[in-house]
């Protein structure tokens, strides 16, 4: 299809449609219609992203959790570019492969089976899509004679189409232990000219003819680490079908790419490109940039964030990816941010995140564009010098050390190297990349383990999180066997109360808990931590250090545990939270929506909440935005907030609010938080309006006054407040009077003009200063004439090794400039101890740079002391840790001049 059949295109049945079709078929079926949950998985570290349907019902398989219904239906955002499931290098060659992808899917805890899943399967595709069942291919697990029968039985005319395979095609697993199945695969026969025309043509063949469609897992089996497999007593179906693939089929296309999901974005890139958009190979840009496009959108909407590590490596890049295909597009400038709105646009109303946190994501993407343009310019300079070169010596692979050169030397990541080599029809040396690299870690000394970001977690951790997570809910699950009553909690309106032991226990690491009926102590959640307080028991009192919440119980850690505990089961006790410290914290917590409203009013929309802590003595808040504050952005946010709690505006509290009335309302929400069915909402008259569960003051004016301690960065794209409120405010104020008394008494003045005398002070110093760092430069610039005038000859270039005392690496740098600009052939070495390293300065003069280079020589230095090194030919800097060997170093400088220059 070419581009101005594209562009025509009206689709048969709209992607929109096929989602809310399928939601609506299962309901009417009795299942439950389940929110995708968040691209970012929740208690799940075996994954760097959400990558299928069944991921937020693990618990629910694996008999951690019950869920109020037995039948569910979803439309999941997936996530595969890294770890096992990776197709990021497939992207945009292919037509089928992605990113990010929906996957619509069904699910029975325990309820139906095979025959119910096969018939819901066949009756929708045949029924509500109108799908020709002829060209439908189901296939079954070698050994799964039930499934077989069951579709014999739902759609007899498929017995000449039906396939049996092996474990590989058709057997599923969560991991080496645990859940597993078989599972039945529904293909889509494309026609024969999609075919290879070999006889055995069917299902599962290399050709592309056969689209899966839609794949049936039946979980009836628990397989141990012997590899024996148990019946399960209540199996289970997951079920997941791609939404882009069925758009295909459905809206008559050959590509996913040619759908309705994607067709907007493209259409877009040719308006902002100026060029047209092919089918073929020479579209493949535009189909990397769709793709991609989506994936950072949605992942950043759901909390995360590009960064060197991790889940953010892989959408750092994902994002670089993106940006080299925009290159090739001939746009140099950010670009990729100008396509959210499309996005958006188009997807909003179904995943409302796009447009609530629309500013946010073209902010994040226009930053990474920005910070990654020079680098890749660099970049793509140096392998149009050196590639070619390659190519025309015969060479089909790109050394290891030329890549480790790019990396190390000039920033160009390794991944984005070897895609760039493809373009010249060359591959890369990993195996002597990784060897360069490791030779650097040896130099340096460092400790560090070189491990992919896509790395797996390996399955002997898992199965410790297993074990862990079974074991910390071991005195839960006791109750919850017995039907003892959940842990009702009255601590919004009552600071104390008396309540009935359901139990007395230890948890897995010996710490003493009580468990009770009805509590006042409020269990850690959203940022706020738990509460302390006693418990009594005729008079005695046990103290509670802390409180935490498991299931739906409310667990009080004691200080102590007596022996008479035990035998307090069942009883009534007293319980009293510390009241002072409560109300702290209460003060802290209703501050941080505060100041999450001032955010947004002095920095923009894109501002929300990426965490928080609200502790007695301080609160912490966590929010998106890519630089610092400046001075007068925290003045502003810090004299907005103490204008509101001067007001003494009234906390309202919303309660059993429907979470899809909260949205409407506007309530914030935090990113990656799981809400139910029906939310509390904190009001702060027509100021500020969230979602929380927490625990708050009365009225703003009882927080007293607030203050910003610091502002900093902890990730890239997300910085941290720190701030105090009341008896913390109180404190602050009085030791920082305290303070300004003291030097006002050390400097003999007054405190009215004690920041005039420090003025005079500081004016003093820096003359002083001044002239110090005049005579260091007198003293080095001697002492390196000094050393030119003793310098040693090799083959005609004098060679200088010398330390300066200097005060920081530019004045090393400017020592240099001597050496640069010096008229006879000169290669020299500067270097001075600077915060307990070693600093590196190597120079070459212009006449000399035909036969040595800085950088050469900087690094033969530089790897003595335990470091590295590089930059210009002229102009090299470095370092190294072991300052000991600075002067054995240093007298070598000319037997290392001499080695480069035999070479």
């Keep these: 299809m070419d581009a101005e059949k594209l562009s025509k295109l009206e689709f048969f049945m ?166 597993c199945g078989p599972c039945s695969e529904i293909h889509y026969d494309r026609g024969e000219k999609y075919g290879c025309g070999k006889p055995d043509c069917g299902p599962n063949c290399e050709c592309g003819r056969f689209m899966e469609l839609w794949n049936l897992v039946f979980m009836q089996y628990n397989r141990d680490e012997s590899g024996k497999m148990t019946p399960l007593p209540k199996p289970s179906v997951d079920t997941g079908a791609g939404l882009e693939r069925l758009a295909s089929v459905l809206q008559g296309v050959e590509s996913n790419y040619d759908t309705d999901l994607f067709v907007p974005i493209i259409r877009q890139i040719e308006s902002l490109t100026g060029k047209k958009y092919s089918t073929g190979p020479d579209g493949v840009s535009f189909r990397v940039i769709a793709d991609h496009l989506r994936a950072l959108s949605f992942c950043f909407a759901d909390g995360a964030l590009p960064s060197n590590e991790g889940r953010g490596y892989v959408l750092r890049r994902i994002l670089r990816r993106a940006a080299r295909h925009a290159h090739l597009l001939g746009k140099k400038e950010p670009f990729i941010y100008r396509l959210v709105d499309t996005l958006a646009a188009e997807m909003g109303g179904v995943y409302p995140e796009l447009k609530a946190k629309k500013e946010h994501i073209k902010l994040v993407i226009e930053e990474e564009e920005k910070n990654f343009g020079v680098t890749l310019e660099n970049g793509l300079e140096l392998a149009a010098k050196e590639f070619p070169s390659l190519a025309k010596k015969g060479q089909k692979i790109v050394p290891g ?353 004690l920041a005039h005398k420090v003025e005079e002070l500081l004016s003093s110093q820096k003359q002083l200063e001044k002239r110090l760092e005049e005579l260091k430069k007198e003293q080095s610039k001697e002492k390196l004439m000094l050393a030119l005038q003793n310098a040693a000859q090799i083959n005609g270039i004098k060679v200088v090794a010398t330390e300066l005392n200097v005060e920081n690496r530019q004045a090393l740098m400017d020592s240099a400039d001597l050496i640069v600009n010096a008229k006879e052939k000169i290669a020299g070495v500067l270097a001075a101890v600077l915060d307990s390293d070693v600093t590196l300065v190597a120079a070459i003069s212009r006449p000399a740079l035909e036969s040595i280079k800085a950088p050469d020589l900087v690094k033969e230095v530089a790897v003595r002391l335990g470091g590295t090194g590089g930059g210009r030919p002229h102009l090299a800097q470095g370092g190294g840790k072991n300052k000991e060997k600075l002067a054995e170093v240093l007298t070598d400088v000319p037997k290392m001049v001499e080695k480069l220059l035999s070479r």
């Design 14 to 179: 709209k992607s929109a449609d096929i989602r809310e079709g399928f939601l609506k078929y299962f309901g009417a079926a009795g299942h439950t219609r389940v929110p995708s949950s968040s691209l970012i998985p929740q208690d799940d570290p075996s994954l760097l992203f959400t990558n299928a349907g069944m991921n937020q019902f693990k618990k629910v398989f694996l008999g951690l959790e019950v869920r109020p219904y037995k039948r569910a239906v979803s439309s999941q955002k997936c996530m595969r570019a890294g770890g096992k499931h990776n197709d990021l290098e497939n992207v945009g060659l292919t037509p089928r492969h992605h990113t990010f992808f929906e996957m619509l899917g069904n699910f029975s805890f325990g309820d139906y089976f095979k025959k119910e899943a096969v018939t819901f399967a066949w009756e929708y595709l045949t029924k509500q899509l109108n799908l020709p069942a002829g060209r439908l291919w189901p296939t079954v697990f070698t050994e799964d004679d039930e499934a077989e029968k069951h579709w014999l039985a739902v759609a007899p005319e498929t017995k000449s189409r039906l396939r049996r395979f092996g474990e590989a095609d058709n057997f599923w697993s969560m991991g080496e232990t645990g859940p």
């Design 401 to 753: 050390e030329l890549v480790f050169k790019f990396y190390d030397t000039y920033g160009f990541p390794a991944d984005l190297t070897e895609l760039v080599a493809r373009d010249y029809g060359l591959t890369v040396d990993w195996d002597g990349f990784e060897k360069e690299l490791e030779k650097q870690r040896e130099r340096s000394r460092k400790a560090s383990k070189f491990v992919s970001a896509e790395a797996t977690i390996p399955i002997e951790f898992l199965s410790t999180i297993q074990k862990d997570v079974q074991l910390h809910f071991e005195v839960v699950k006791q109750l919850q066997e017995k039907h003892a009553p959940s842990s009702k909690f009255i601590g919004y309106d009552h600071r104390e109360s008396k309540g009935k032991v359901l139990d007395i226990a230890k948890d897995e690491i010996g710490r003493p808990i009580v468990i009770f009926n009805v509590t006042p102590f409020y269990a850690e959640a959203g940022g706020q931590v738990g509460d302390t307080g006693k418990v009594i028991k005729n008079n005695e009192e046990l103290k509670v250090v802390d409180t935490q919440k498991k299931q739906d119980y409310i667990l009080l850690y004691l200080g102590s545990f007596p022996e008479y505990l035990k035998e307090l089961k069942g009883e009534e006790l007293s319980e009293e939270i510390d009241w002072k410290r409560r109300q702290e914290i209460m003060r802290n917590h209703t501050t941080t929506h505060l100041v999450h409203k001032a955010l947004r009013n002095v920095l923009g929309e894109h501002v929300h909440q990426a965490g928080s802590l609200v502790a007695p003595d301080r609160l912490r808040f966590d929010f998106t935005h890519f630089k610092p504050l400046s001075a007068e952005e925290l003045k502003r946010i810090e004299e907005e907030v103490n204008e509101k709690i001067l007001e003494s505006i009234l906390i309202e509290t919303l309660w059993d609010v429907p979470l899809e009335e909260a949205k409407k309302m506007g309530a914030m929400m935090l990113f990656g938080e799981k809400y139910g069915d029906r939310v509390r909402v904190i009001k702060i008259a027509d100021y500020s309006l969230e979602l929380c569960g927490g625990t708050h003051v009365a009225s703003t004016g009882q927080i007293g006054l607030f203050s910003i301690l610091s502002e900093s960065g902890i990730a890239s794209g997300v910085r941290r407040i720190e701030a105090v409120t009341g008896s913390g405010f109180l404190h602050l104020a009085k030791g920082e009077r305290q303070l300004l008394f003291s030097l006002a008494e050390k400097m003999k003045v007054p405190v009215e003009i």
